[in-house]
Every structure is written in structure tokens, then in C-alpha cells.
């Protein structure tokens, strides 16, 4: 069992910038994949990024790709998700998200994950 909880959200100029932070519950976090998603008013939630547990490899939308930078802090049970150069479209409820999966390429895939937090509200004004 993972529990997550997000915090760093906020309202933001356009061109400003937001760290979030998920802090992840349980000893195993270096064995998880870890997600950030995105739930706009109106859409569905897609990936924004996503960061594997053995590789370190990343993934990221390509809305995101050059703006945005996931890591990780095993040390901290803490992943976070750095956004710069932010834009009105990035307006959303975030979400983190945990993967047990460990399949090539895996944490690309929202089904894969099987734990979320409670999610973060970014809001960009124009």
C-alpha cells in the first residue's frame, strides 16, 4: 500500500513557475514508477510525466516536453514535478500517481498505475 500526498499548488502568472511535491508513504518507494497526471474542467486526465524505478528513465507529454522535469528523491519518498514557462492550457488539477509495474516502458501507460493522491490545483493566469 502507497499513499500520496501532493502539495505546491497555486495560482501562477503565464511564464511563471510551480515546483510540485508528491511525499510517498512506504518503504519500497525506489521500487514504484512515479506519474504526474493532469485533470483540466471538461477533459479527461492524460500524463504529464513520468519517472521509472529502475532505470530512472522519463517520460513526458509532448504539451510539457522542455517546460516541465520530473524527479525523484528515493532518500525523501518525495517525487516532484518542476513547471516553467507555465501557460493557461497547464490550468488543472495535478495529480501524482504510484506504478508497481515494471514492464519496458510501462509508467508511460495511465493504467498502470495503481495508487493516487488527492491531486493539486495549478492555476495559470493569463
Known amino acids: 500500500q502507497v499513499q500520496l500526498v501532493e502539495s505546491g499548488g497555486g495560482l501562477v502568472q503565464a511564464g511563471g513557475s510551480l515546483r510540485l511535491s508528491c511525499a510517498a508513504s512506504?518503504?519500497?518507494?525506489?521500487?514504484?514508477?512515479m506519474g504526474w497526471f493532469r485533470q483540466a474542467p471538461g477533459k479527461e486526465r492524460e500524463i504529464v510525466a513520468a519517472?521509472?524505478?529502475?532505470?530512472?528513465?522519463?517520460y513526458y507529454a509532448d504539451s510539457v516536453k522542455g517546460r516541465f522535469t520530473i524527479s525523484r528523491d528515493n532518500a525523501k519518498n518525495t517525487v516532484y514535478l518542476t513547471m516553467n514557462s507555465l501557460k493557461p492550457a497547464d490550468t488543472a488539477v495535478y495529480y501524482c500517481?504510484?506504478?508497481?509495474?515494471?514492464?519496458?516502458?510501462?509508467?508511460?501507460?495511465?493504467?498502470?498505475?495503481?495508487?493516487w493522491g488527492q491531486g493539486t490545483q495549478v492555476t495559470v493566469s493569463s
Open positions: 512506504g518503504r519500497t518507494f525506489s521500487r514504484y514508477a
Open positions: 500517481a504510484a506504478s508497481g509495474c515494471s514492464g519496458y516502458g510501462c509508467y508511460e501507460i495511465t493504467g498502470e498505475y495503481d495508487y
Open positions: 519517472i521509472s524505478w529502475r532505470t530512472g528513465s522519463t
